[in-house]
């Protein structure tokens, strides 16, 4: 079945540094990326999203990257800051599924000051 | 724009009751809504997605008996946990689907079921 896979499971790094989160899809057809971000007991919310005719794209600090032909997507945060620790989550979908998402099993980002 | 409200945020209930649990599109009509189950420290697994008016569908593995799923209206589901026991203790998330390019889903902000 359709499977997204993500890595790291927990990232730590130090404040300023880049983080990079790595996820790769199996369905060929999918064609919609989104990241979510989910602080500890809130709600994931949307932080930057991609589609596949697009091969990357950047808001401030954060960029997402995507490979169609290796299906693997990328989200990058620059200079980080301890605001940033929480679990992202990357997912895809396809659309003749009615925006079902297909999600990655999470990173846990840590940013020490 | 795109506010998703889900109540109660917090539940406890003895074992055999039912619990119901709103979710609302509170700026945009949904023309999808999701239900998922989180685990601590897992990712969001999807029990099933209502369309309004229509029956949900739901994921393999997920008993539709015991999960009910009414989508009254295109800013309304409602999940019923029906005779909950301890192992449904968990945290219940919601998402509306909101339509551009693409469907966009903006979630609630969860609730947490205890059953003593």
């Known amino acids: 079945g359709e499977n997204v896979e993500q890595h790291p499971s927990t990232l730590s790094v130090q404040e300023g540094d880049s983080a990079v989160i790595k996820c790769t899809y199996s369905?060929?057809?999918?064609?919609?990326f989104p990241w979510y971000k989910q602080e500890l007991g809130k709600r994931p919310q949307l932080i930057i999203d991609i589609r596949s005719n697009v091969g990357e794209k950047k808001d401030q600090r954060i960029a997402v990257t995507l490979n169609k032909t290796a299906k693997h997507f990328s989200l990058h945060i620059t200079e980080t800051q301890p605001e940033d620790s929480a679990v992202y989550f990357c997912?895809?979908?396809?659309?003749?599924?009615?925006?079902?998402?297909?999600f990655g099993q999470g990173t846990e980002l840590s940013v020490k000051p | 724009g795109a506010v998703v409200s889900q109540h109660p945020s917090w539940v406890i209930c003895k074992s055999g009751t039912s619990v119901k649990i709103e979710c609302r599109s509170l700026?945009?009509?949904?023309?999808?809504m999701f239900w998922y189950r989180q685990f601590p420290k897992q990712s969001l697994m999807l029990m099933a997605t209502s369309n309004e008016g229509s029956k949900a569908t739901y994921e393999q593995g997920v008993e539709k008996d015991k999960f009910l799923i009414n989508h009254a209206s295109l800013t309304l589901s409602t999940l019923t946990v029906t005779s909950a026991h301890p192992e449904d203790s968990s945290f219940y998330i919601c998402?509306?689907?909101?339509?551009?390019?693409?469907?966009?889903?903006?979630f609630g902000a969860g609730t947490r079921l205890s059953v003593l």
């Open positions: 998402s509306a689907g909101r339509q551009g390019r693409e469907v966009i889903q903006y």
């Open positions: 369905d060929s057809a999918s064609n919609y």
């Open positions: 700026d945009f009509q949904a023309t999808t």
């Open positions: 997912a895809a979908s396809r659309n003749n599924q009615g925006g079902k998402l297909i």
